[in-house]
């Protein structure tokens, strides 16, 4: 196979029939694929959880009932976040490869780790261990996984395991320099390590396909014939190292517009980077609640509680389409675990450097307040 083009598709959000998630338009997504695969395309990624179980069952008849299995790069995910004992990893590995049908997976991943995963249940069931058995008997060709998490905990993980090919990070320009995901930082960190790299939430869910005014006109003076999802997908795609950019797609139009932006790919140069970077400044400039130099206040609060953190995260989070859906919810349950409850709180004043002349504990307990309504696995 030739060299990978830098657009994935992302079987997460296929189009349904009559809004069942499990009820995948088959047809639509055949012809999505073909559409993929006819421009040059090559990179799919699925996972065990996916459309509760069906995406998988989504590829084998749209992908690889129907193309060469040479023709393709395929990937999947082990759900760690619902694993509770260790033969559910090998069973969960086995169905996974009888729902494709795909014989082995070009890449394969543990799925959504972080310090809380990785320090539990993926050691004590020894996921990595498992993986390399794997791979050597061939029915995987690429260890990795997916990471919401800090780069110190990255980190941490690449030097526990030096085996693994490649790492699946959120990058998008907006999220590039932010507190929670902490893009560059983590991206950093993969390449020192020599590793690879997939990019996910290339659009931040959404969030930079329709821009402000002002950022869209920005854009637009740059290069009128790039729409907001094109910048997207360049940007983490001109990254070294970056194997995919992912997009889950749920049109065939989506699948026209995307596939027709990366055809001819070239990495940003540095004025159309400096572009972004001024985007992304202009978009954080309208957050709800602007820090005055959190970073040096992150443990101002004398009981513990990390008001800096959590006030930006909810920043973050309410700046997307959706924030119900946004990436900084992976986040929240990791700055829980490091952090005092708001309930703590006894107005001592001592934070309100952070937000003068506002009631910093009214907004500690509305961040709050919306994590607790809307996190994951809290």
């Known amino acids: ?56 069952a989504a590829v084998r008849e749209a992908l690889v009932k ?61 996921m990595f261990e498992m993986m390399q058995e794997w791979k050597a008997d061939g ?21 526990d395991h030096p085996e693994v090919d490649f790492i699946q990070i959120c990058v998008n320009y907006l999220d590039w320099e932010h507190w929670s995901v ?22 931040k869910g959404g969030t930079l396909v329709s821009l402000p005014s002002d950022v869209d ?51 940003l140069d540095a004025g159309e980077q400096a572009v972004l970077a001024k985007a992304a400044a202009m978009m954080d400039s309208g957050m709800k609640y602007p820090l005055t130099d959190g970073e040096a206040q992150k443990n101002i609060c004398p009981k513990g509680i990390r008001a800096a953190e959590l006030i930006q995260y909810y920043n973050e989070a309410i700046q997307e389409v959706n924030p119900a859906f946004s990436s900084e919810l992976n986040y929240y349950r990791l700055l829980k675990a490091r952090s005092a409850p708001v309930s703590t709180c006894d107005k001592c004043g001592k934070c309100a450097g952070l937000f003068p002349g506002e009631d910093v504990p009214g907004i500690l307990k509305e961040a709050e307040s919306f994590f607790e309504k809307y996190g994951f696995f809290l």
């Open 139 to 159: 029915k995987i060709r690429h260890i990795g996984f997916s990471f919401h998490d800090e780069a110190e905990t990255l980190e941490r993980m690449l030097n």
């Open 217 to 267: 006109a920005l854009l637009k003076e740059k290069n009128p014939n790039r729409s907001p999802v094109d910048w997207s997908l360049h940007f983490g795609a001109s990254l070294d190292g970056v194997i995919a950019a992912l997009r889950g797609m749920s049109t065939l139009e989506q699948v026209e517009q995307n596939t027709k932006a990366m055809q001819d790919f070239q990495p």
């Open 1 to 56: 196979m030739s060299e990978i083009k830098k657009l994935g598709f992302g079987l997460m959000r296929l189009p349904v029939i009559g809004g069942n998630a499990e009820n995948i338009d088959l047809e639509q997504v055949c012809q999505m694929v073909d559409l993929f695969l006819d421009r040059g395309f090559t990179y799919f990624d699925t996972a065990w959880a996916y459309h509760n179980g069906k995406s998988e």
């Open 66 to 126: 129907r193309h060469p299995r040479e023709s393709f790069l395929l990937a999947s995910k082990l759900p760690t976040f619902a694993i509770t004992s260790r033969e559910q990893v090998q069973g969960m590995f086995q169905q996974s490869l009888e729902r494709t049908g795909a014989g082995y997976f070009d890449y394969y991943l543990l799925h959504n780790l972080n310090n809380i995963l990785y320090d539990g249940i993926v050691r004590e069931f020894g």
């Open 182 to 203: 902490q893009a560059r930082k983590c991206y950093e960190v993969i390449r020192k390590h020599g590793k690879q790299v997939v990019v996910m939430e290339a659009v």
